[in-house]
């Protein structure tokens, strides 16, 4: 099943490697968010960036922000040589209209109820991506329920080895993405999950 794979929060060179190798389309990296177990600051994103961008020159690389200053986005963009913007924060529209001047953005939503889907609609005009998701590294997942009859374009939540399938064919999302659901702990992927991951994909 072709299918774009975004594995987010990497924290190493090691796992940049190993989710690159595997078949990962996009590799995602939380930047200066303490609340965050699986952050990394802009000088370790720079480091895992440039190396795997030599390895694996055609993938593309997500930093992660939650309602940061726009100046110092614009400056870890571009001393990380980051290829998309992800803003999992409170950003206002003309913050989005203003970075999408100069970079990608996607703006996730979190999901926890009907209302929460007018926020699609605020932002899909004035982003590149929306991306759906449950909460903040949450590992739980959406009810799809309230997904029926949305054109989702990223779909992020609890999504693992053992329901990925099920999820994709309820709810036809352009990409996954993917944090918990292949880690032995946060910050940390394992090697078996990832495999299995993109066999039960390739199948």
Same mark, same amino acid.
């Given at each position: 099943?072709?299918?774009?794979?975004? $594995?987010?929060?990497?924290?190493?060179?090691?796992?940049?490697?190993l989710?690159?190798?595997?078949?990962?389309?996009?590799?995602?990296?939380?930047?200066?968010?303490?609340?965050?177990?699986?952050?990394?600051?802009?000088?370790?994103?720079?480091?895992?960036?440039?190396?795997?961008?030599?390895?694996?020159?055609?993938?593309?690389?997500?930093?992660v922000?939650?309602?940061?200053?726009?100046?110092?986005?614009l400056?870890?963009?571009?001393?990380?040589?980051?290829?998309?913007?992800?803003?999992?924060?409170?950003?206002?529209?003309?913050?989005?209209?203003?970075?999408?001047?100069?970079t990608?953005?996607?703006?996730?939503?979190?999901?926890?109820?009907?209302?929460?889907?007018?926020?699609?609609?605020?932002?899909?005009?004035?982003?590149?991506? $929306?991306?759906?998701?449950?909460?903040?590294?949450?590992?739980?997942?959406?009810?799809?329920?309230?997904?029926?009859?949305?054109?989702?374009? $990223?779909?992020?939540?609890g999504?693992?080895r053992?329901?990925?399938?099920?999820?994709?064919?309820?709810?036809?999302p352009?990409m996954?993405?993917?944090?918990?659901?292949?880690?032995?702990?946060?910050?940390?992927?394992?090697?078996?999950?990832?495999?299995?991951?993109?066999?039960?994909?390739?199948?």
């Open positions: 099943m072709k299918i774009n794979v975004k $594995i987010c929060g990497v924290t190493s060179k090691e796992d940049a490697l989710v690159a190798s595997a078949g990962a389309t996009h590799l995602g990296f939380i930047i200066d968010v303490p609340t965050s177990k699986r952050t990394l600051s802009r000088e370790d994103v720079a480091d895992i960036v440039q190396y795997i961008k030599s390895e694996y020159s055609g993938i593309i690389c997500v930093g922000f939650v309602d940061k200053i726009f100046e110092d986005v400056s870890i963009v571009k001393d990380c040589k980051l290829d998309v913007v992800q803003l999992h924060g409170g950003e206002s529209i003309e913050y989005c209209q203003n970075l999408k001047r100069i990608n953005v996607w703006k996730t939503i979190i999901v926890k109820s009907e209302k929460d889907l007018s926020l699609i609609k605020k932002y899909e005009n004035v982003v590149d991506r $929306i991306m759906l998701d449950a909460g903040r590294g949450s590992g739980e997942q959406i009810d799809f329920g309230l997904l029926k009859g949305i054109n989702v374009d $990223i779909l992020a939540g999504i693992t053992e329901n990925v399938l099920e999820i994709i064919d309820h709810v036809s352009q996954i993405d993917v944090s918990s659901g292949v880690e032995i702990e946060p910050g940390r992927k394992d090697a078996g999950l990832i495999t299995e991951l993109f066999d039960t994909l390739n199948k």
